[in-house]
């Protein structure tokens, strides 16, 4: 891969694969932890991962999450409960750069076609990589307003909402991850605030999680409602 901070190391070596499946169940037992981020999970034999997780899922009275840092397409039936959305990414970011917003759903049901059942997707508008590397939200998306806008489709569109750190306080500058840098959570206090409203009405909504999407196409805006139980969310 030529990646210079992580060591390669040899699926193909079944003592290897005992001592990585060993330090996982590790952390779930020392640590308590709720599951894993796998990073670069395209670049690790689906097998192996079919063995992880196999082995870590009959561990008693656990429930696990398991996120795929990746798009390969045997991830989500190697025991994978998430992947990365790539693909509505790069639709919501092309749409606020100039592109028909209905570039949007485009991208979304491109993404969803290749999730079986039961499985589902991490959206996002900035992640480790796009704000370290690219541009921050408040960069890609003209300014505040516009990443509250972006946020907003992408937490009540579908998927599982992710929100980067940094991003509800409206950093501009750029976010490294191999240099300390610190996030200053006192800053723009009314995106903060904006957030605080979305995100609880989120979780309290059964309508708004898991409704059936409902869209109305339009190069200009993107407008949607989600419908479940007879409650609406616009």
Request: charged letters at 20%; glycine letters at 8%.
């Amino acid at each position: 891969t030529n990646f210079q901070d992580v060591a390669e190391l040899d699926y193909s070596n079944n003592e290897m694969r005992t001592a990585m499946i060993d330090a996982m169940e590790y952390w779930i037992y020392e640590a308590n932890v709720d599951g894993y981020r796998c990073d670069y999970a395209n670049g690790v034999p689906g097998d192996f991962w079919s063995q992880a997780w196999s082995q870590l899922d009959a561990i008693p009275n656990r429930k696990l999450i398991k996120l795929a840092e990746g798009n390969r397409a045997d991830l989500l039936t190697s025991g994978f409960d998430m992947n990365f959305g790539f693909e509505f990414y790069g639709g919501i970011t092309s749409a606020f750069e100039g592109q028909p917003a209905i570039k949007i759903y485009e991208a979304a049901a491109q993404e969803n076609s290749n999730v079986p059942a039961g499985k589902t997707t991490l959206r996002y508008t900035t992640n480790h990589d796009e704000s370290a590397f690219n541009k921050t939200p408040i960069q890609l998306y003209g300014g505040k307003q516009g990443a509250l806008s972006a946020s907003a489709i992408t937490i009540f569109m579908d998927g599982v909402p992710m929100i980067y750190s940094s991003q509800e306080v409206g950093r501009s500058s750029n976010l490294p991850f191999f240099s300390n840098s610190t996030i200053d959570f006192s800053a723009n206090p009314e995106m903060l605030d904006t957030y605080q409203k979305m995100m609880p009405f989120y979780t309290s909504s059964n309508a708004a999680r898991s409704g059936t999407l409902q869209l109305y196409p339009d190069n200009d805006v993107a407008v949607f409602k989600k419908v479940l139980n007879g409650d609406e969310v616009l």
